[in-house]
């Protein structure tokens, strides 16, 4: 696997330390004070819930928590700054803790360019991309946060850090579940440094980890209820899309968001079953190519050396598959790919792709948060076929740019 790839330390990065902290101020500054009133909504009733029964009441009976531990804690943090008659006040400051992920990934991603003159520029093009700081300063969400840590293990697999990359998908995981559609990959970056005499040594830190997250849970004897809420993730909007103009709006009439995916469509599968198999057969063009070169290369006892514009078309591929074939989709599930989208963008001139999912990103948020105002949101640029069509024409190009590079496997 030709083209090995040397990741530059991180201090490569230490000029953009100040102007990203003076940027940062500017961005919590000029941040709106509202939000989706939805989400948002939930962030003031789960943290006023662990402020009054501490952090294991988000997971006691009849708790309307389904989140997985790790954001629990900055939920439980917001609660220990502010009174109860100021929690729902002061919500929109959880966007300042979110945004520091965002500006995390984007320095990760400026520390692989060169030349080192073009950082702070490219840093700063990130953050002008709508697509990229909507759904933290306008939205309030936080895949931000999932989305720094997916793309930090990727960023310490590729520097053969597979201890700190191991560390950081644990943290994805107990972040959100559907970091879950990146173990292929994630684990292949490890493979080829996996020894078996390591192994105890990689695990170790994770188990400890991994108890420190749920401590408070195990103490209060309701560590069973994680798992709950895990598993709950799956079906727990049975319909065939939640705001996700995908796949699915391209080849189905009516409101998806009322139409459940569980009923027949063709061939006796249903929705659900046949998106989950357009998502394996795609994913499965991009794996199993990956895992055949690496196994043979391993094999024959041949150092594995991977190609950084492959493995970042992978990681977006399998983005893109994920969030346009299956059902039960968010308009948000796709919100990772924006990383790894930049990334091809910045280090290898792949700029359509990035125009135009960042534009469908983009489009699809405002559809639904309309912090915007404009005077029609019925016009075509934000009907779910055509964001559709530009999700679908962001796989073509991403799967082209693949096809051109497949020599590099």
Not at 75 to 81: H, N, T
Request: net charge positive; proline share 4%; glycine share 6%.
């Amino acid at each position: 696997m030709p083209g090995k790839f040397a990741l530059p330390e991180l201090n490569n990065i230490r000029r953009l330390i100040l102007p990203s902290l003076a940027i940062y101020i500017g961005l919590v500054f000029l941040m709106p004070r509202t939000g989706h009133a939805w989400d948002t909504a939930c962030w003031g009733m789960w943290s006023t819930r662990i402020q009054s029964g501490g952090l294991a009441a988000a997971y006691t009976e009849g708790s309307p928590v389904n989140y997985l531990p790790l954001y629990l804690y900055v939920l439980k943090l917001y609660g220990l700054i502010f009174a109860s008659d100021e929690i729902y006040r002061h919500l929109y400051l959880l966007k300042a803790f979110t945004l520091i992920f965002d500006m995390g990934s984007v320095l990760l991603l400026c520390s692989m360019i060169k030349p080192t003159t073009k950082r702070l520029k490219y840093f700063i093009y990130a953050l002008l991309n709508i697509g990229f700081i909507y759904n933290t300063l306008v939205w309030n969400q936080v895949d931000g946060i999932l989305t720094f840590f997916v793309f930090a293990s990727f960023y310490f697999g590729m520097h053969k850090r597979i201890s700190l990359s191991f560390l950081m998908y644990l943290l994805a995981l107990n972040f959100k579940l559907q970091a879950i559609v990146f173990l292929p990959l994630i684990f292949l970056v490890w493979l080829p440094g996996l020894k078996l005499r390591h192994v105890w040594a990689l695990l170790l830190p994770g188990v400890l980890l991994q108890l420190l997250i749920i401590l408070p849970f195990l103490i209060h004897g309701n560590a069973s209820h994680i798992l709950e809420v895990a598993s709950g993730s799956v079906d727990y909007f049975s319909l065939v899309s939640l705001n996700a103009f995908n796949f699915w709006h391209l080849i189905l009439d009516g409101d998806l968001m009322k139409m459940r995916d569980n009923v027949s469509f063709i061939g006796g599968l249903t929705y659900k079953h046949a998106g989950l198999i357009l998502f394996m057969i795609f994913s499965a063009l991009i794996c199993v190519p990956l895992y055949v070169r690496v196994l043979a290369h391993m094999i024959r006892k041949q150092a594995v050396q991977f190609d950084m514009r492959i493995m970042l078309l992978a990681f977006s591929l399998i983005a893109c598959f994920f969030f346009y074939f299956n059902t039960q989709m968010h308009e948000r599930y796709i919100h990772p790919l924006i990383i790894f989208s930049t990334a091809l963008a910045f280090l290898y001139r792949y700029w359509a792709q990035w125009v135009v999912f960042s534009t469908a990103y983009a489009l699809s948020l405002e559809s639904i948060c309309q912090y915007l105002q404009f005077p029609n949101y019925n016009t075509l640029i934000f009907s779910p076929d055509f964001i559709a069509c530009l999700y679908g024409i962001s796989i073509l190009l991403l799967l082209n740019y693949w096809f051109r590079n497949y020599k590099s496997i």
